[in-house]
């Protein structure tokens, strides 16, 4: 698959389209470049942590922010906002011209950097045959998720051209059980790949627990939904629990992230859950600290070899509070 992107793009080459792939532009060659289809989006808390913190520590970096993704296109005024509330809840030190937005092709992206960075193995996959034809050095992070499919012939192999290419850099991976995948599976050099264990988090040295005078005990589910009633992370168990309990006048459900009543069966609507929508990483601070129970049972191969990590981000992050 990536040898036939990598064809096309020969061809649009000598069509003289993807000419402007390595145009510097009116810019300066970047240190750093992230690409990534969410940022400035804070309801990915631990994504808008890590590019923060690159952001600042790279004073010569900027970040190609994606119009496109799985939710549609996000527009210039959507992008916009995003800014405005990315600044008013961070209120990180970095120039705002650092975010740099992008409705354009893959092939008109101005990749004029020493480094670009990116996350998961689906934009590995978009972004890899560009990086190589234009020989620029690359690295990421691989997540759980993102089309990263265990025991797939196809991912396998993209994998391996993907990493064992000398413009890789590093492949960093949040889990043993990728580090050993990688490395033991499918054999890959293990100088290569780096453990950084967990998700990037905002952790403070005191936090406070926060409840409420009626003493109820708050069991709390926190995820995106990607599949149809967030089977992939076990919101229909979580429905389930708060089913059986839904008479008991001293347990409360919370439920955060992109699902609502609309995600319940007919028999399902008189449960008493609090749907608090998508919530920025200090919305989500303030939530968990009244938690007690966080309830978070994700499955693995719901779509063949696709998997989540665990414990998920939320559960860690709320785990601290």
């Given amino acids: 698959m990536i040898r036939s992107i990598i064809n096309r793009i020969k061809e649009k080459r000598r069509l003289n389209i993807s000419r402007s792939i390595i145009k510097s532009g009116d ?23 890590e590019f923060n913190s690159l952001l600042t520590k790279f004073q010569k970096s ?8 799985y ?15 990315l600044f008013q809840y961070y209120k990180p030190t970095y120039s705002k011209n650092k975010l740099e937005y992008s409705n354009a092709n893959i092939w008109e992206y101005n990749l004029n950097s020493k480094l670009v960075y990116f996350l998961f193995y689906e934009d590995a996959v978009r972004f890899f045959p560009y990086l190589r034809y234009n020989n620029i ?5 691989l997540y759980p998720g993102g089309g990263f499919l ?10 391996k051209a993907i990493i064992q290419c000398d413009l890789c850099k590093v492949c960093f991976v949040n889990m043993p059980s990728t580090y050993k995948y990688l490395t033991q599976h499918l054999n890959l050099n293990n100088n290569k790949i780096k453990l950084v264990y967990g998700v ?30 967030g089977i992939d992370k076990g919101f229909d168990i979580f429905i389930e629990i708060a089913n059986h309990y839904k008479t008991n006048q001293n347990i409360q459900f919370v439920c955060i992230g992109d699902f609502s009543t609309d995600d319940l069966y007919e028999n399902e ?17 303030n939530e968990f600290r009244s938690w007690d129970i966080i309830i978070s049972p994700v499955r693995a191969y719901t779509n063949q070899g696709d998997f989540d990590g665990f414990p998920t981000a939320a559960g860690v992050e709320a785990s601290l509070h």
């Fill in 27 to 49: 810019k300066e060659k970047a240190d750093l470049l992230i690409i990534d289809k969410f940022f400035p989006d804070t309801s990915y808390p631990w994504r808008t942590l």
């Fill in 137 to 141: 050095e690359f690295a990421f992070t």
């Fill in 71 to 85: 939710k549609g296109i996000t527009s210039k005024e959507e992008f916009e906002k995003q800014i405005e509330t």
């Fill in 200 to 229: 990037p988090l905002d952790i403070k040295e005191e936090i406070a627990r926060k409840k409420d005078s009626s003493n109820k005990m708050t069991i709390g589910f926190c995820a995106r939904k990607y599949h149809k009633r």
């Fill in 150 to 159: 265990l025991y797939n012939e196809q991912v396998d192999q993209n994998l």
């Fill in 62 to 69: 900027r970040i190609l922010c994606e119009a496109s993704n």
């Fill in 269 to 285: 609507k008189d449960i008493n859950i609090d749907f608090k929508g998508l919530l920025a990483s200090n919305q989500l601070e």
